[in-house]
């Protein structure tokens, strides 16, 4: 076997991590990305053990049934499509998942339900709203800005949603970090008086 499926898998870090120990072990690589691992040359049954007891205590887990796999698939590209400088997605995410995956809707969504008690929805949710979060936290865009970024169709949208998925609303989220990093920047003063 030549790839890898991977479950946990979700950020560049991520990618730099595994590829960082590929190396360290000694495998020649092809390619690293989310939720998979391509290696050059065919990889032993042995050397699958070697990397699953490598990246265990890292967080990830080697994948190796289909079902599994497939829901680590739509996972990695609901996470491409909301990583993405402008979510441009113009289709539904339904007909989005259906093009990349080559597999009916109505199948995946059963699938993933199944196997992450959330629908697929939900977890599309989650990630958006993650991303919103950093996006406020680097406090570079608007909200105005994020809501377009993120392909809300407007601010009050995104404002209802976020407030549902965190209990908080946006700008509250940015005012609580404001007053952390001050609470932070007072006790560092402090403590070099």
């Given at each position: 076997m030549k790839i890898l499926r991977v479950k946990n898998m979700v950020c560049p870090r991520c990618i730099m991590v595994i590829e960082k120990t590929m190396e360290d072990l000694g495998f020649d690589l092809n390619d690293v990305d989310l939720g998979m691992i391509e290696f050059h040359e065919p990889i032993t049954l042995a050397d699958r053990d070697k990397i699953e007891k490598a990246i265990q205590p890292l967080g990830f887990e080697l994948l190796s049934d289909k079902k599994s796999m497939l829901v680590e698939r739509i996972k990695t590209q609901i996470i491409e499509l909301v990583s993405k400088d402008v979510n441009d997605l113009t289709i539904t995410l339904s007909e989005y998942l259906s093009s990349k995956l080559q597999v009916e809707y109505h199948?995946?969504?059963?699938?993933?339900?199944?196997?992450?008690?959330?629908?697929?929805?939900?977890?599309?949710?989650?990630?958006?709203?993650?991303?919103?979060?950093?996006?406020?936290?680097?406090?570079?865009?608007?909200?105005?800005?994020?809501?377009?970024?993120?392909?809300y169709s407007s601010v009050g949208?995104?404002?209802?949603?976020?407030?549902k998925v965190t209990g908080l609303a946006p700008t509250h989220f940015k005012e609580i970090k404001v007053f952390k990093e001050e609470v932070i920047n007072n006790n560092d003063i402090k403590q070099t008086s």
């Open positions: 199948t995946l969504s059963q699938l993933f339900s199944n196997q992450e008690s959330q629908t697929i929805e939900q977890f599309y949710i989650l990630q958006k709203i993650e991303k919103v979060k950093e996006l406020l936290v680097y406090d570079e865009l608007t909200l105005s800005e994020i809501a377009y970024k993120m392909n949208h995104l404002s209802n949603q976020f407030k």
